[in-house]
Every structure is written in C-alpha cells, then in structure tokens.
C-alpha cells in the first residue's frame, strides 16, 4: 500500500476507534454503565462496513467490550442477532491474540447458551436464511466468524464446559447422516455402539424425559456438521468463499487431529466422501491453499488408527485390514455375480490395493456394475451434498481410496535439509508474515497450510511426523533469511552468452564452489528405496580472503553442516545440504584450496532426477549451534520408523488421551537421604499428617533418612534411618551433607520425584527449584545405585547452575558427567566433560596405586603393586581379604592398624566400639579396591573414543546434558544401550515439546520422569510468527500436561523479592508466600535510599512531541523512556547505588539498542557512573535477576506482547529490593490482562517520588532531609542528575 493511503487509513482508523472510546465511555467503563441492545447493533453495523475492520475489532478488545457489556448481560435474556455475532468476534480476536485461556473461566455459567445459540445462527445460514443487521449483510460475517469461534472452542478442549458442550457436535448422533447400511456395519464393529445408538435416538423426539427445546438442540447439534459439510462442498466452486472454504477445512483437520472428535467424525467424512466432492469442485477455482489443506484432511482421514477405538496401528496392521476389506469385497462380488464380476473376484490382493490395476479393471465395467460394486464397499452411489447419482469417474475414484492403504507415506523419503521449494516457497513466507498483513475491510482469519500442536496426539508417529513438518519449517525460514542476506552481499551476475556466475561481492558466511563431484553413491538396503550413502567431494578457494575469514573456515569440523546453493543472477534457485564428513587441510603452506568430503542426503539425491548437484555453485557455513536441527530432524525420522519407543507406562498421558492421575506409581517409602537438616525439620515437613515417628537410630545432627509416607493425613508418618557413617571416624568417608532447609512443599516435591512415575514440579520465581532439582538428583542417585540419572535443562547456563549444586552434594565426581558445550564455564576445579573424566580417572589411579603400595607396605607384603590395576586387585584377593577373613574369625587381631595410624592418625579413640571401627575401616579399604576396579578398563582401553563410550556406559551415573545435545545425541545413546532410570528436567516449561520428548524414547526401562518448570513464564522460543501462534509450536509437553489435568506440586515459599514486589504476580499462583524471616530481614526491610517507594509506575508522557516510534518495521523505540531510564540509572549511581545492583530491563530488541546507545553517551566514558549489570529485553533475561529493575514498557499506541500474561510475570519478578516500570499509563491502566498488578504499582502514584535522604549530607534537620521530591517527567530527572553531578 503506498505510504499516503497508509496514513489515510491510519487517519481513519484514529477516529474510529476514538469513537469507540466515546462509546465505552458512556456504556460500559464507568460506574453509569447501561445495557442498549442498539449500541451492539451501532457498533456491528459500523465495524463490518468499515474498511478498518480489524483494527475497530481489536480497539473493542482493548476496551472490554466482551468481559464488561456484552458477556455480563448476555445471560440476562438480551441476547440477539447482533450480541451472539459479537461475542464469536470478540472470542475470535482473544483467540488470536493468544488471549482466550485466561478468559474461559467467564463463560463456565453461560457458555451452553452461547454455543446454541451460534449453532442456530449458523444453520440459518448454512439453510440460507437471510441475516442482517441494519442495512448491512452478515452472511459471510456470520460464516466465517462462526467457523473461527468453532475452531476457537475445539482448540480448548481442556476446560470442561467448553469440552462438554463441544463434544455434542461430533457425538454418535451425526452418523444419522451416513448411509444406513454403512452405518448398520460400523455399529456392529463395536459391541456396545448399537445400545448407545439406540439411547442416543430417543433424545431427538420430545418426551417424558427429553423436553421439545432440548430435543430441538439435540437435532441442531446432529445435523450441524453434515450440514457445514453439505455447505463446504458446494461453496468449493465459489470464488468468493475461498477463504471460508479454508478455515471450514482447517476445523476438520483440527477434529480429526484429536481422538475424541475424532472418533465419530471420521466414519461421516468417509461416508460422504467429503475429500473427492470437494476436489471435484476445487477444480473450477485451483486454489492454491484449499488444496493443500484439502491433501491434508486426506492424510488426516487415512492415518492409521482404528475409527472408534482409536487404537493405533503399524504398518503391518494397516496392510492386514485392508486385505480384509478386499477379501470380503471379493467374496461379496462372487456371491453377487461370479461371472459378471470375474475381472474382480479372479484379480490378486495386490492388484486391488493398487490404484491404477484396480482402476484398469472397473473402467471396461457398465455404470450399473460399478454402482453394484460400490455399494457392496459401502460407498455412496448417490452423493451426499447433493442427493444425486454419483459419476462414474468419482465411484471409480472412490473405490479405488477405498482399496487403497497409505501408511503415512514414505518416511525414508523425508530429508531434514529444507529444499528451494520450501525456503523460497509460500508457506513460509505467509508463516513469516503472520498477521503482519495490511488493513483487509472485510473479516479473515489468518490461516496457514502447516500442523498445529495440540493437547492430544493420534499416536506417537503422528506427533514425530507434525513436530519433523513444524522443524524443518523452522530450519527452513531461518535458512531464507540466511541465504538471502549471502546472495545479496555476494552480488552474482551472469556472464552474456554464458551460463557462468561471476560473483562481485563477497561474506563471510558463503563462499563459492570451485569443486563439486559426487564420488560414491552406495546402493539401498534390502527393503529400502533410497541409496544408503552418497559421498560427495568439495573444494573452495580462500586465496582471495582475508586470514580471519580463511581461519574461520579451517574450523569447520566433521559433522558439521553446509548449505549448498545454486545462486543466480536472479538469486538462489537450489538448496541442498550436506554433512562434513573430514576436512582436507592446504596441502603445502602456499596453497589456499580447502576441501571437505561431504555426506549428502540421500533422500534429497533419490528425488533429484536432474544433475541438480552440477548446478550448485555456492557452499554456505552455518555457526556451529545452528547445525543442530539435522541430528535432531533425522531422530525424528528414525524414530518414526520404528516401533513406538516411549515406555508403556507414560505414552498415554504424553500423547494426551490417558488418565493423568495415572501416571503416578505411588510405594509406601521413598528414600529422602540428607533431605533434612536435624530432627525438627523432618517434623516440620510432615505437620498436615496426624503424626510423626522418627526412628531412634536416625542422627539428631545430619540424619539419612528414608521415610514410609500414608495415603491418608490421618495415618503416622514413618522416618527410619538408612545408611548412617561413623561419627567418629569421619575421615573414613568425607560425606558431604545437605545444609538448606527446605520447606515441606519442596520436601513434597523431592519425595515424589523419589518414587516411580511422572512427576511435575511448578517453581514460581524465586522458589529454588534449582535447589530442589540438586536434591532430588542426589536422592536418586544414593537410591538406585544401578542405574542413570539423566539431567537435563534448557540452557547451558542453568545446566552450569545445577550442575555446580551437584557436585556440592555427595556424589562421587568420578560418577558425574556434563557433555555438550559450556562445561568450560563450570565454576569448579574438576573436569566433568567425557576428556575431563578420562584424565580425572587417569590420575585418580595413580594416586589410588600409591595408597595400595602403602597398604603392601604397611603389611610388610613385598612387591611393587603400582604399576597396574590388576596387580592391586590381585593384592587385595591374596593379602587384604585374607586377613581380613582371619580377623573376622578370631584367629588375629585387626591386621590394618599400621596403615591407618600411618594414613589418620589415631585408629581407636577412646570410648569408640572397637568392631564397630573395624568393620568401618575395611568398608573404607573396600571402597578403594573397588574404585581401584573401576579404573582398569582405562588401563586396557586405548583410544579416546572407546574410552568415551565406556565412561559414559558404564562409569557414569549422572549424565549431563542440554535437552538439544540430548536430541542430537539420541541414536548414538540408544545403540549404546545407556540404561536411564530417571529424566530430571529443569526448565522444563522453556523446552519445546518434541525436546522433552526424544530423551524420554531413550529406554523401556525408564522408571521415573521428574519435569520442573514455571508454565507461567514465558515459553520456548520459536522465531517464526506463524509457527509460534499458528502452529502452537511454542508449546511445552510441560504446560500441555498441566492443561491435560496431570496432578503436580507448587513450591509455595519464594525467596527473592519483597513481599510488596512478590504481590504482583502472586495472584497467578496457587497459594504463593514468602520465606520467612529471608525476605523481612535486612535489606528487605529497609526502604531503598533515595526513593520514597520500592516499587513504582511512571507515567511518561510524549518527549518532544513523540511517544513510541519505529524507525525500521517492528522495531520499536521510546526515547522518552530511555531517556528517563538512563537519568534514574545516573541518580542511583550518584547517591551510592552499585552498578552490579542495577539491570535496565525493556520489552523490544529496538528499545534495548536505544538504552544501549543513550547509556554509551551519558554514563560509559565516566567512572561515577558505568555501565549497569545488564541492559536486556524481558525475554532474554529470564532466570536472572537483579536488585533493582528498571523496566521500560516502550509502547504508547498498542499494547504489544507484554499483553502476554507469561511475559508480564517474568518481567515482574526480576527485581528483589526494587522495581521501577515506564510506560504509558492511560494504555496499560485499561488491558485488562495487567489490571491487577497496575493497581498495585499505581498506589503509589504515577510520578517518580524521590527522598532527600541520602542527598543531604550534612544537614541537622532530619524532617527536612526526608523531604519527598515528586519528579514530574524526563526533563526535570535529567534536570536533577546535571545538579547532582
């Protein structure tokens, strides 16, 4: 749109919505407010005939016009016409902004109402009655926004009263509208359906039980899909209703993607053979997404599980059933008419399950034979849209789905390396301009031709097949913007009269081909169709870069990724990839030739009949952390292949359809090791139980315990002690001991993650899940001695974080392993990375020898026993236990005395049980020899890879590792055989859903999976709009079972901030306090020098002449506020606040730069002031915090994601002593989302209010230096920091 009719509409738009203001204003934002069915109707008209549909729509949103008029007097009776049509819009636009699960709790009283009621506006239409409001036409108004609010409804199946009325839709009663034979046939499939098919028809006739209105809403809700089905087909043809038609079939693939909705739908879709009366149709308007929404509801329709049931089913399976649907379709033809029939009954198995035998066979056949054929297959003869004979051409097509049996498709044939037909193809681009569209006037919905995630999957191959699609999506966008920025900066251009590419430009990033020869293509394995290896060679010339880019690319290593293109004048026109396989280094000091023998896809290379690969001509680098996605997508390949892998017991409840409470395994005692701290804190943790016993044997000062908990409060709770060590002889084993006193809902979490099952731990901010998580972690490794735990984050600095705590606790740091990147960054002296160990072992032994040495001399044993573990190990069989087997019987006294007296000092201090002592040392003797044991397969193994794999096999008892080094890692573990008896996860609620998943395939044997995390925080990240709000691809397996309903414990002590600052977000938890006396001690309760509050909204009003500004799209800035920011920041550092105390914290990537640029100026060049701790927007600052934030809310005309209610908790809970927020007060004081922490920051005022306290150095009057200074906006701070200064 050119920019002058872009700042008309804007115009337009401004009067608009002022407009809307006024209304609110009167109506419905005040205490005056009055119910006018006509303002709805004003309001309706207005909107739809305006060509700022949208915007009106989202202003109305702002205002709450849903929560505040239309919702509150909707169930008073005044509903028509004009307020049900508003409620699906407003209900629409909450659902696209990703608002509407914080707002189904409204409608728990009324929602039955509203849903009927849209049923019967929609049927009105779908019959062609005429609807109207004043002079406008809302047949496609009520069309489309009907299927949005629909599509709205069915993607919130986890709230009860929204599930429960939706389900009413899609129940057993709409197979009234198959074909009776075929339904007769699919009700005796089942047992108990021909009695619920027989229940289910009484509710649609008036009587004694079933009154004339609720059998009227019986019959609507039976007919409204077939109906929308009827409708669907016939608009097909229509290009006016295109887009309509797509959001009608994005609600079928969104039905048939879940079980529930599924399970009766599916048989009516095949009934009326809804995919081939729409293709038929489709044909006239091509267009471009109904078709390939409409290939996808097929492929939804075909999956292989089983109608009803909904049982999954293998390939092996699928191919069964549909030999015996041709059987019995044979058996059926000869018993019809052997003779007439004989091309059918005679023809194989295979030839009738292929398409084009079977259709060779039925085309020389009369319409009346293959009518009689059809319907012995249960298909219609006569269509159900219309009522008409069906062509012969379709019946034909029909029969031939029928016979057909299509397992998913091919998955050997998925590549994880996006080509040029998805970079540069529409789907991401539309992905990428996710409702960044202009201004349309009439109503529609964005819509996207990609899978979305759910609460419920069909079977674990199909949610390995939507999250490969969703991945490769991701990879592929990214890629997009990467190649585009390379071919830009490398200028190609072509030669006249030549097909060369001469390059002017040059990157860092792409360089180009001098060589490129495929030199070995393997063939397939048996039973495959792709080559199993294809080897290619390349080489590139670096002779005319600089050192720093040659150098770059001499660091490329084996398995790294490239990206190779064929680049044009025009631009890139192939992309394919390829593996590092080995770097071929210069081969003298003169030459600039680098080579890389490369591994190509051999999927890609199967479909590529062309020599595309003697077109590419460019090889593109990737950062070494940007090459994750081809391990990760080829997981997810192997592992659709294969049979399914998550562990019986936890597959129902991670695919959505089983019991929730399931899940836990719950056992009567649980082993809680140094989980407390004395005798008091056990008895503290257990206070709801009636009582307590704790065992006399359990140590008063450092207990190890384990504890018998009762199923009832009433029961008595059992604490025995397990494990104790000598008090006095604590240097026989220098046990490290748990020093936190953690609260009984964190006992609760620990001792749940002990036992076997799920188990889900929600941390609020500041609640020490990461203290928790180390317990717990030490728990199972003291507990089952036998097997792994996994540990697993999200990043590499909270892996460091928890990692650190380990190794604090007692655990044996030769049992610890931390792979992946970032093990550098570990605050510790020991060396935890697979090399790290090697040559921790390594010197281990030597130090172990010299200890066995002394031992054979302390016994006077002559030899030299250091130089090998199995000369130890013979020295402790022939001497050590011999002894000690003497000594146990009586015949000698304790033969160790000398060793130890020479090793600690004093062996048998006085009072000691002298047994007891003994029995102790050679414990202490034991554990060396079997460390010693442990060690010798390092002596025999020689190379640094076998000695990898058997640290990590059979030495390591904690591994860890980022969960996407996990998914990377996932074949290699498996054929390891690791056996993992416990996942435990820390944030688990920032990790994408397939990558929790994939570790939790690792093994069968998989006892326990511990997911810790905060679901209201913020998500993981995915960069693509489109995927994110679409796709729901920023969903966590965390978050989705906590919506699925499964049982979890809430820390409910937080640690971290004020009282003051904690309330506003506390509201979002369960029963969130503080830890007391932490946060009312100190500095928590102590004002902060210089402010007359610790926590403040700052109203910031235009600075000259302008509020937010966008300099280059989404790219947002506020001077004002940076200006404002900076100027508190000066203050806080001339009255003696640290740098270190303070972080500037700002919702968008354009604010932050602008700090950034304002702090350069003002505060780095001096020393009184400096740079604070961190200038970061919200997001990136997640699971930091600071003493004092300083947040700026950068908007001043929208809202923008902050709206988010995940975001606006992180970006709360930050600060610990002080929190100070700049916005615009009159925008964010009306969202109803921040309604309830505004009031809070705004009981203080909306002016910055400062104290004289700590600027008033030597004054005598004390009531004067207290002196409150109220700072009316960005030129008066600025005014009072120039003074100061």
């Known amino acids: 749109m050119p920019p002058k009719a872009r700042q008309t509409r804007a115009a337009k738009a401004e009067n608009d919505n002022a407009s809307i203001e006024k209304l609110a204003a009167k109506h419905w934002q005040g205490k005056s407010a009055k119910w006018a069915a006509t303002v709805v109707d004003q309001i309706l008209e207005k909107a739809v005939g305006s060509s700022t549909l949208h915007t009106q729509l989202q202003w109305l949103e702002r205002q709450q016009y849903l929560e505040q008029y239309l919702w509150p007097n909707y169930s008073k009776g005044?509903?028509?016409?004009?307020?049900?049509?508003?409620?699906?819009?407003?209900?629409?636009?909450?659902?696209?902004?990703?608002?509407?699960?914080?707002?189904?709790?409204?409608?728990?009283?009324?929602?039955?109402?509203?849903?009927?009621?849209?049923?019967?506006?929609?049927?009105?239409?779908?019959?062609?009655?005429?609807?109207?409001?004043?002079?406008?036409d809302m047949m496609s108004v009520v069309r489309m926004a009907g299927v949005q609010f629909l599509i709205a409804c069915f993607g919130s199946m986890e709230t009860e009263s929204v599930r429960t009325q939706c389900m009413q839709l899609v129940g057993l009663a709409i197979w009234y509208h198959m074909e009776e034979e075929t339904r007769g046939f699919m009700l005796r499939k089942v047992p108990q359906l021909p009695k619920f098919w027989k229940h289910t028809q009484k509710g649609f006739v008036e009587n004694k039980r079933v009154s004339k209105a609720e059998a009227e809403k019986n019959c609507r809700y039976r007919d409204f899909i077939p109906q929308l089905l009827r409708d669907l087909a016939k608009q097909c043809a229509?290009?006016?209703?295109?887009?309509?038609?797509?959001?009608?079939?994005?609600?079928?693939?969104?039905?048939?993607?879940?079980?529930?909705t599924r399970r009766f739908l599916n048989p009516l879709l095949q009934d009326f053979e809804i995919v081939e009366e729409c293709r038929q149709r489709m044909a006239v308007t091509e267009d471009e997404l109904c078709v390939q929404l409409l290939k996808r509801l097929d492929s939804r329709i075909q999956f292989p599980v089983t109608d009803v049931t909904g049982h999954a089913q293998s390939a092996a399976q699928m191919r069964e059933r549909q030999l015996e649907r041709i059987s019995r379709w044979q058996l059926q033809a000869f018993q019809a008419d052997k003779e007439l029939f004989e091309p059918i009954v005679i023809a194989s198995a295979a030839q009738l399950g292929t398409t084009d035998s079977l259709q060779a066979l039925l085309e020389p056949m009369e319409m009346k034979q293959v009518q009689q054929l059809a319907r012995m297959a249960f298909v219609r003869t006569q269509s159900a849209i219309t009522g008409e004979e069906q062509p012969r051409e379709m019946l034909i097509r029909s029969l031939c789905n029928q016979m057909h049996v299509d397992v998913l498709g091919e998955r050997?044939?998925?590549?994880?390396?996006?080509?040029?037909?998805?970079?540069?193809?529409?789907?991401?681009?539309?992905?990428?301009?996710?409702?960044?569209?202009?201004?349309?006037?009439?109503?529609?919905?964005?819509?996207?031709?990609?899978?979305?995630?759910?609460?419920?999957?069909?079977?674990?191959?199909?949610?390995?097949?939507?999250?490969?699609?969703?991945?490769?999506?991701?990879?592929?966008?990214?890629?997009?913007?990467?190649?585009?920025?390379?071919?830009?900066?490398?200028?190609?251009?072509?030669?006249?009269?030549?097909?060369?590419?001469?390059?002017?430009?040059?990157?860092?990033?792409?360089?180009?081909?001098?060589?490129?020869?495929?030199?070995?293509?393997?063939?397939?394995?048996?039973?495959?169709?792709?080559?199993?290896?294809?080897?290619?060679?390349?080489k590139v010339d670096l002779s005319s870069y600089t050192d720093s880019i040659k150098a770059e690319w001499t660091q490329v290593r084996p398995r790294d990724v490239l990206i190779l293109l064929a680049v044009r004048q025009s631009g890139a026109v192939r992309v394919r990839g390829c593996q590092v396989e080995s770097v071929d280094m210069p081969e003298d000091e003169g030459s600039s030739v680098l080579g890389f023998r490369v591994l190509l896809d051999p999927a890609q290379y199967a479909r590529d009949k062309n020599n595309v690969y003697g077109e590419l001509n460019v090889a593109l680098r990737r950062q070494a952390q940007e090459s994750s996605f081809k391990p990760v997508l080829e997981t997810l390949r192997q592992l659709a292949d294969s049979p399914p892998t998550l562990p019986k017991w936890l597959a129902p409840v991670v695919l959505g359809y089983g019991d929730p409470a399931a899940v836990r395994q719950e056992k009567d005692t649980v082993f809680m090791g140094d989980t407390f701290i004395s005798i008091e804190h056990i008895k503290e943790s257990f206070t709801e139980y009636a009582r307590v016993d704790v065992s006399e044997d359990v140590d008063t000062e450092a207990p190890m315990v384990e504890v018998e908990i009762p199923a009832d409060t009433t029961g008595t709770v059992l604490v025995r002690s397990v494990g104790q060590q000598n008090s006095k002889l604590p240097w026989l084993h220098q046990q490290k001991h748990n020093m936190l006193s953690f609260t009984p809902a964190q006992v609760q979490a620990v001792a749940e993650a002990g036992q076997r099952g799920l188990t889900l731990v929600v941390g609020p901010p500041g609640t020490g899940k990461t203290d928790v998580a180390a317990q717990i972690v030490s728990n199972l490794y003291h507990a089952h001695p036998q097997q792994t735990v996994l540990l697993l984050t999200h990043s590499n600095q909270a892996l460091n974080?928890?990692?650190?705590?380990?190794?604090?606790?007692?655990?044996?740091?030769?049992?610890?392993?931390?792979?992946?990147?970032?093990?550098?960054?570990?605050?510790?002296?020991?060396?935890?990375?697979?090399?790290?160990?090697?040559?921790?072992?390594?010197?281990?032994?030597?130090?172990?020898?010299?200890?066995?040495?002394?031992?054979?001399?302390?016994?006077?044993?002559?030899?030299?026993?250091?130089?090998?573990?199995?000369?130890?190990?013979?020295?402790?069989?022939?001497?050590?236990?011999?002894?000690?087997?003497?000594?146990?019987?009586?015949?000698?006294?304790?033969?160790?005395?000398?060793?130890?007296?020479?090793?600690?000092?004093?062996?048998?201090?006085?009072?000691?049980?002298?047994?007891?002592?003994?029995?102790?040392?050679?414990?202490?003797?034991?554990?060396?020899?079997?460390?010693?044991?442990?060690?010798?397969?390092?002596?025999?193994?020689?190379?640094?890879?076998?000695?990898a794999l058997y640290l990590l096999k059979?030495?390591?008892?904690?591994?860890?590792?980022?969960?996407?080094?996990?998914?990377?890692?996932?074949?290699?573990?498996?054929?390891?055989?690791?056996?993992?008896?416990s996942v435990v996860m820390e944030e688990a609620a920032q990790v994408l859903?397939?990558?929790?998943?994939?570790?939790?395939?690792?093994?069968?044997?998989?006892?326990?999976?511990?997911?810790?995390?905060?679901?209201?925080?913020?998500?993981?990240?995915?960069?693509?709009?489109?995927?994110?709000?679409?796709?729901?691809?920023?969903?966590?397996?965390?978050?989705?079972?906590?919506?699925?309903?499964?049982?979890?414990?809430?820390?409910?002590?937080?640690?971290?901030?004020?009282?003051?600052?904690?309330?506003?977000?506390?509201?979002?938890?369960?029963?969130?306090?503080?830890?007391?006396?932490?946060?009312?001690?100190?500095?928590?309760?102590?004002?902060?020098?210089?402010?007359?509050?610790?926590l403040q909204f700052i109203d910031v009003t235009d600075y000259q002449g302008q509020g937010e500004s966008e300099p280059s799209r989404y790219f947002y800035q506020n001077l004002g506020e940076a200006e404002y920011v900076v100027a508190v920041y000066q203050y806080m550092r001339l009255i003696g606040y640290s740098a270190e105390q303070v972080a500037i914290l700002t919702t968008y990537n354009g604010q932050r730069a602008l700090i950034n640029d304002v702090l350069n100026r003002r505060c780095r060049p001096y020393e009184q002031f400096g740079m604070p701790r961190a200038v970061s927007t919200v997001d990136q600052f997640q699971g930091q915090q600071a003493d004092f934030v300083l947040l700026s809310l950068v908007r001043t005309r929208n809202i923008g994601h902050i709206r988010d209610i995940r975001r606006l908790t992180v970006a709360l809970s930050r600060a610990k002593l002080g929190?100070?927020?700049?916005?615009?007060?009159?925008?964010?004081?009306?969202?109803?989302?921040?309604?309830?922490?505004?009031?809070?920051?705004?009981?203080?005022?909306?002016?910055?209010?400062?104290?004289?306290?700590?600027?008033?150095?030597?004054?005598?009057?004390?009531?004067?230096?207290?002196?409150?200074?109220?700072?009316?906006?960005?030129?008066?701070?600025?005014?009072?920091?120039?003074?100061?200064?």
């Open 78 to 136: 005044r509903q028509n016409d004009s307020t049900v049509i508003s409620c699906m819009l407003m209900i629409n636009e909450k659902y696209e902004q990703g608002l509407l699960t914080t707002m189904w709790t409204i409608f728990e009283t009324g929602f039955e109402d509203l849903l009927d009621d849209a049923v019967q506006l929609m049927m009105r239409v779908l019959n062609g009655d005429k609807v109207r409001v004043g002079s406008v």
């Open 238 to 260: 229509s290009l006016e209703y295109q887009m309509y038609c797509a959001k009608v079939l994005e609600l079928l693939v969104d039905l048939e993607s879940q079980l529930p």
């Open 412 to 538: 050997e044939m998925w590549s994880p390396y996006p080509d040029e037909k998805l970079v540069f193809g529409k789907t991401v681009g539309m992905a990428e301009a996710y409702n960044r569209s202009e201004e349309k006037s009439q109503l529609g919905y964005a819509l996207l031709d990609v899978p979305k995630l759910g609460l419920q999957y069909l079977s674990e191959q199909d949610f390995l097949k939507r999250s490969f699609e969703l991945l490769q999506l991701e990879t592929a966008a990214e890629l997009r913007t990467e190649i585009q920025e390379a071919v830009r900066r490398m200028q190609p251009h072509e030669e006249e009269g030549t097909d060369e590419v001469i390059f002017d430009g040059w990157t860092r990033m792409a360089l180009p081909l001098s060589v490129l020869d495929v030199v070995a293509v393997q063939p397939p394995r048996v039973g495959e169709q792709v080559p199993a290896r294809v080897q290619a060679r390349l």
């Open 801 to 947: 974080q928890l990692f650190e705590r380990i190794v604090a606790l007692d655990i044996e740091p030769r049992h610890l392993l931390r792979l992946g990147h970032g093990e550098e960054s570990l605050d510790s002296t020991e060396r935890f990375s697979n090399a790290g160990r090697i040559e921790s072992f390594l010197e281990r032994r030597r130090e172990l020898l010299e200890q066995v040495q002394a031992l054979a001399d302390s016994l006077q044993v002559p030899g030299d026993y250091r130089d090998s573990c199995e000369s130890a190990r013979f020295f402790y069989v022939a001497h050590v236990r011999v002894r000690w087997d003497a000594y146990l019987r009586k015949t000698r006294e304790f033969p160790f005395t000398r060793y130890f007296q020479e090793q600690k000092g004093t062996l048998f201090p006085e009072g000691c049980d002298e047994e007891a002592v003994a029995h102790a040392c050679f414990a202490y003797l034991e554990r060396l020899f079997d460390e010693v044991a442990e060690i010798q397969p390092f002596e025999l193994l020689q190379s640094a890879r076998e000695r």
């Open 954 to 981: 059979r030495q390591a008892r904690v591994v860890a590792m980022t969960c996407t080094h996990a998914a990377m890692r996932l074949g290699e573990l498996q054929q390891m055989g690791v056996r993992i008896g």
């Open 993 to 1094: 859903d397939v990558e929790t998943l994939l570790p939790l395939t690792l093994s069968q044997t998989l006892e326990r999976v511990v997911l810790i995390g905060d679901h209201n925080q913020l998500p993981p990240v995915v960069k693509s709009p489109g995927l994110r709000a679409f796709s729901r691809m920023e969903q966590s397996l965390f978050a989705r079972l906590i919506r699925l309903g499964v049982p979890f414990v809430e820390l409910d002590c937080q640690a971290r901030a004020r009282p003051s600052i904690a309330s506003l977000y506390r509201h979002r938890y369960r029963s969130l306090g503080d830890l007391k006396p932490l946060v009312f001690q100190g500095a928590y309760a102590q004002p902060n020098p210089g402010f007359a509050h610790v």
């Open 1219 to 1285: 929190l100070y927020v700049f916005g615009r007060r009159s925008l964010f004081e009306s969202c109803f989302e921040l309604q309830s922490a505004m009031q809070m920051l705004l009981a203080n005022g909306d002016q910055l209010v400062l104290e004289k306290t700590s600027l008033a150095k030597d004054t005598k009057n004390k009531a004067a230096a207290k002196e409150p200074i109220v700072v009316e906006g960005v030129e008066a701070m600025g005014k009072l920091v120039v003074e100061m200064a």
